[in-house]
């Protein structure tokens, strides 16, 4: 059984920086493309970053402010935000999709909040 759960969420002012993590189990993680996901209510969840084997993508939002990272020895992804600001205020979410398949398994989310 997939279970991702992330963690590092939290209330920041803007200019602030924070460091999501996301520990996956049940999985072959180094078999993993991960990503980062972000919804706001009332809107469509949005592509953040995603990291595979060593190669990472960021959205246009996230890029020069976000770095995202892994560590297969821990089952971990990571995603680091600094310079933050109100509109990067969302749950957060991460996704795991096997290199080779189309299944995506995904965590229960974690809030961040930025305030002015």
């Known amino acids: 059984q997939v279970q991702l759960v992330e963690s590092g969420g939290g209330l920041v002012q803007a200019g602030g920086s924070l460091r999501l993590s996301c520990v996956a189990s049940?999985?072959?993680?180094?078999?993993?493309?991960l990503g980062w996901y972000r919804q706001v209510p009332g809107k469509q969840r949005e592509w953040v970053a995603s990291?595979?084997?060593?190669?990472?993508a960021y959205s246009d939002s996230a890029k020069g402010r976000f770095t995202i990272s892994r560590d297969n020895a821990k089952n971990t992804v990571y995603l680091q935000m600094n310079n933050l600001k109100p509109e990067d205020t969302a749950v957060y979410y991460c996704?795991?999709?096997?290199?080779?398949?189309?299944?995506?398994?995904w965590g229960q989310g974690i809030q961040v909040t930025v305030s002015s």
């Open positions: 990291i595979g084997s060593s190669a990472a």
């Open positions: 049940g999985i072959t993680f180094s078999s993993y493309r």
């Open positions: 996704k795991a999709t096997p290199i080779y398949g189309n299944l995506d398994d």
